[in-house]
């Protein structure tokens, strides 16, 4: 069966960096595009970043186009997402999750929470 | 990359039919067929629900369907039940190759 297991997340301080990581199992990660969305406490769900299944397109929502690196390691099955200049804003739970279609995102992980304060 | 306006509760008794509008622009629901929808109970990982504007993934109750009108698309829930009480987002494609999602709505089954 499909997963998604994130980690990486934590407590880290406003311009600080961290990456995280998606280990995926279950399918044939390398034909397919992957995703990272959030999910700040309380609030509702934002796009942040996907990835086509060889790497060569990339695309970032403007929220974190600069400061986010998205990327990944078929040969590993892993997705990977490095966040610099951390904001208070940032501060949120962030899935990984299979792009099996345009619109269809269906396989999610269970998240990681990155909290960004001082 | 606005959010797309949903309504943020939508409440029915067990066994009626509720609907959930996600109204957006020509740049992301009106001009694609790339609607998605997505059910979040408390705690957990989203559930794609519906994809392509009206299309359910197996394992999915036939009870949820989805249309699209415009720049507004709807998710609909008939015979509502007790498991169906949860948070529910939609989704577009939108230009430049990104994605936006709706505010989220709140569902209480009375």
């Known amino acids: 069966q499909v997963q998604l297991v994130e980690s990486g997340g934590g407590l880290v301080k406003p311009g600080g960096s961290l990456r995280l990581s998606c280990a995926a199992s279950?399918?044939?990660?390398?034909?397919?595009?992957m995703t990272w969305i959030r999910q700040a406490p309380g609030k509702g769900l934002e796009w942040v970043s996907y990835?086509?299944?060889?790497?060569?397109?990339?695309h970032y929502a403007d929220s974190v186009k600069g400061r986010f690196t998205i990327s990944r390691a078929n040969a590993k099955n892993s997705l990977y997402l490095q966040m610099n200049s951390l904001k208070a804003e940032d501060t949120a739970v962030y899935y990984c999750a299979r792009r099996g279609g345009i619109s269809r995102i269906d396989y999610w992980g269970q998240g990681t929470l990155v909290t960004v304060s001082s | 990359q606005s959010a797309l306006t949903q309504p943020a509760s939508v409440s029915g008794s067990p066994g009626q039919s509720i609907t959930i509008s996600c109204t957006g622009t020509?740049?992301?629901?009106?001009?694609?067929?790339?609607v998605s929808w997505y059910q979040q109970h408390p705690g957990k990982a989203p559930q794609l629900m519906i994809y392509?504007?009206?299309n359910r993934p197996s394992g999915v109750s036939n009870r949820f369907s989805a249309s699209k009108s415009g720049n507004t698309a709807s998710l609909t829930i008939s015979g509502l039940q007790a498991e169906d009480e949860a948070d529910y987002y939609c989704s577009s494609y939108a230009s430049s190759d990104t994605y936006v999602f709706g505010t989220g709505t709140k569902v209480t089954v009375l």
């Open positions: 020509s740049s992301d629901v009106g001009g694609y067929n790339y």
């Open positions: 990835i086509s299944s060889t790497g060569s397109a990339i």
């Open positions: 279950g399918f044939t990660f390398s034909d397919y595009y």
């Open positions: 392509d504007v009206n």
